[in-house]
DNA sequence: CAAAAAAACTAAAACATTTTCGCCTTCATT
DNA sequence: AATGAAGGCGAAAATGTTTTAGTTTTTTTG
């Protein structure tokens, strides 16, 4: 490994002015520092991140916190999506990003006792609506920034996708195709569901659209037989909707499979659309209507709302952004009424 | 923050007993070790990862690089469930998981030297077939143990999923079934597809089926409508297969659409198989049969491996540890002859 | 040319740890 | 009572870096 210390003596300088020569400070002639970088670079001079961290008390390291009960983990495509910008945009704004666990070195420590070890300049919380209340009271300890996501706390910043935007636009387009019978399975209570079942009976009611309450039946996020129980329930009502709205395009798919074993076709005889925009969504058949949420644009925010605090220092101010998604057009609604404007483009 | 200065002053004791007593050293009495350990327990002391990482030389910290020319990232699933696994295993181990890109700190280095910087216990390289060959010659630079999936370079340690023995399970399951006219949809020329592609044939050799050359077919790892154009061509034979093998599972939903579009029922007209065993594989329907890979050991064994090897310091030898998967039988294929046996199970 | 000002460079402290070596008790053994 | 051993503890060095407060050298100015 070679150090400042070694350079200094090939150079003959002192290792200050290594140091200085290699983070560009003024006080040193342009000569002595072109020398002294030219030589750094023929050693292979790489610098020691924790003698730097030690000295400098920043890390250039955020902190990620990844937990659900429900052990997916990653593989929801949501969350994945998130991380990968998440980590692109890090990376790009010159951060390192580290996993954080709950037990830090084998202990049984918090995750803000995690984040203090390692000197995070930032946590960045992705946590399922099932665990994240109990989380964040721990992650606040960390003296960081930091950015959770999807979930409103008092002074914590936050990345959130617009679900009452987002259904408003799912609903307004059923309704635009002329269905008046709209359906609304959704996932368990927390502050998303929320926003969008509000939002649902908002539009509905804007629209003088009548919502039986047997229409807004409760399922599970990513559950598909969860939904496929919900349609059921759905189907046997005296007056079936025309139209079922899904949590998620796992909940969809589940839904389908009921459509299929009453031989009803999609969206001949029943039309169907959802939330969440998985790849998969557009190669099955028949392709699904969704509501993309815009994950990459989630996880560049969170990357963002930190680095710029980590840089300004304390205090943290409390940041909100709320991004938009949209609506992939699908094959799996269609208009209900003779008279109505087939769908946009 | 914290210190040992401040526990030792606040004990009347030197910052080497404290230092000690938290690291459960012998050359100290029960008594003050006790005390120490309390004092600290009550001042919420929590060490400093970068002090200790300089003084140690050792981070305890494995990095992770991922990468692959698709920009899928995460959102494959075979590689979260991996990246999932060699989190959880990583952190009961003691380490922590640090992403790594190429662009450490804004400036445009390469694997290696991030390693080097943050000074990596170890590192776990998760890279798609297509960029795996380019990276892996930079990472070795990085004075660490190193495991890299799927692939097998001179010197470089590995966890490989055994493909050969999966593509053999597939195969004879199918001919178990009394399928004759088995076709193989594969993806591009890499060394996993090498060899299942010489499991393909050597398992048809053995039970004295000819594969027409028609019946393997090209396509692309998780592209849905690449291998929809080589069911295509498969259906359009003069003498098409009752069987077909899909390279992954999106590429099984895209040629179930094709069979689908030609009016061929699943499994009454055509069987299929895959590869993978996506979560969604069992929602959809009809359900696959697929062969589901250990994602989850390959990330524990890597992670084993790389601690281990930590441990014991270098020279670091070449481990290879190989993971089988399992059949999931789905509704996708079925006898094909009247006297054959009933499907396992 | 002397003095002042500016530029170039350095010594040393500080960051929080771990670890080696040596010192001082205490206690048991001759 | 002298010797030795062992147990318990501390001083200080070392890790690689940044930064402050000088110190030396060079340049400018009157």
Same mark, same amino acid.
């Given at each position: 490994m070679v150090t400042l210390r070694m350079i200094a003596e090939r150079c003959g300088v002192s290792i200050a002015s290594v140091s200085k020569a290699l983070n560009g /400070? %003024? +006080? !040193? %002639?342009q000569a002595t520092s072109m020398r002294i970088r030219r030589v750094a670079e023929e050693m292979g001079y790489m610098p020691n991140a924790a003698a730097k961290a030690l000295r400098t008390n920043r890390s250039y390291t955020f902190g990620i916190i990844f937990e659900e009960a429900v052990q997916h983990g990653l593989t929801h495509e949501f969350f994945s999506r998130i991380l990968n910008s998440f980590l692109q945009r890090s990376e790009a704004l010159g951060y390192d990003v580290l996993f954080l666990g709950a037990? $830090? @070195? @084998?202990? %049984? !420590?918090g995750y803000a006792d995690h984040a203090r070890y390692r000197n995070c300049d930032g946590v960045f919380l992705i946590a399922g609506s099932d665990v994240v209340e109990n989380i964040v009271g721990d992650v606040c300890m960390a003296d960081c920034p930091i950015v959770c996501i999807d979930y409103e706390f008092d002074g914590v910043s936050s990345v959130v996708s617009d679900n009452e935007h987002g259904m408003r636009k799912l609903v307004e387009y059923a309704i635009q195709l002329g269905h008046r019978r709209i359906a609304f399975i959704h996932g368990e209570n927390t502050n998303v569901t929320r926003a969008r079942l509000r939002s649902f009976f908002t539009v509905c009611a804007e629209k003088g659209i009548k919502v039986p309450p047997e229409y807004v039946v409760p399922s599970v996020y990513h559950n598909a037989e969860c939904a496929q129980v919900a349609v059921r329930a759905l189907l046997d009502l005296p007056e079936p909707p025309t139209c079922v709205l899904f949590p998620d395009d796992f909940s969809y798919i589940g839904g389908m499979n009921e459509f299929r074993n009453r031989g !009803?076709?999609? $969206? /001949? +005889?029943i039309s169907a659309a959802g939330y969440d925009g998985m790849l998969l969504s557009q190669s099955i058949w028949p392709r699904l209507t969704t509501l993309r949420q815009d994950a990459e644009g989630m996880g560049v925010r969170a990357a963002e709302i930190l680095a710029r605090q980590a840089e300004n220092g304390p205090p943290y101010p409390v940041e909100r952004a709320v991004l938009q998604g949209v609506i992939v057009p699908g094959e799996t609604i269609r208009p209900q009424l003779a008279n109505v404007a087939p769908p946009p483009r």
């Open positions: /400070a %003024s +006080d !040193l %002639s037990q $830090p @070195g @084998g202990r %049984s !420590l !009803l076709n999609v $969206p /001949a +005889d």
